[in-house]
């Protein structure tokens, strides 16, 4: 079982994420519309991938990953309309909003493969 937790406040696309990762092989995912709610649902089920928008509407895709990614390396994506996150996490593996299946195939490909090699709580 593969699980993802996806980070973003607009409900559309978040679903379109799971609908595009759940044809990916994710089994289940969750999705947080805030930096908060990110973290406990982290807390609740230690995900497999996480896909994060940068800024959200209460709080930060960035900041909840760098916390949940604390102590423990897990893949992260971060999707994004703002090409300026290469200027606060220069390692981030970043999918740009708009995307298609084959773009999310893969970044999530490249997320995996990157976190198994680098650790994200040295990065963050």
């Not at 960035?62 to 996490?89: M, N, Q, S, Y």
């Not at 593996?93 to 090699?117: G, S, W, Y």
């Amino acid at each position: 079982m593969k699980h993802a937790l996806i980070i973003e406040d607009s409900e559309i696309i978040s679903l379109m994420i799971e609908d595009e990762l759940a044809e990916l092989g994710f089994t289940s995912s969750a999705k947080a519309a805030s930096q908060s709610q990110a973290i406990q649902l982290a807390e609740d089920m230690c995900p497999d991938l996480i896909t994060a928008d940068d800024r959200l509407s209460d709080g930060s895709g960035i900041a909840a990953v760098r916390h949940i990614c604390r102590h423990e390396a897990i893949p992260v994506l971060f999707i994004t309309g703002d090409p300026h996150i290469k200027d606060a996490i220069p390692d981030a593996v970043i999918l740009e909003k708009p995307f298609t299946h084959a773009d999310l195939a893969h970044a999530v490909r490249l997320a995996l493969e990157t976190a198994r090699i680098y650790s994200y709580v040295h990065v963050l």
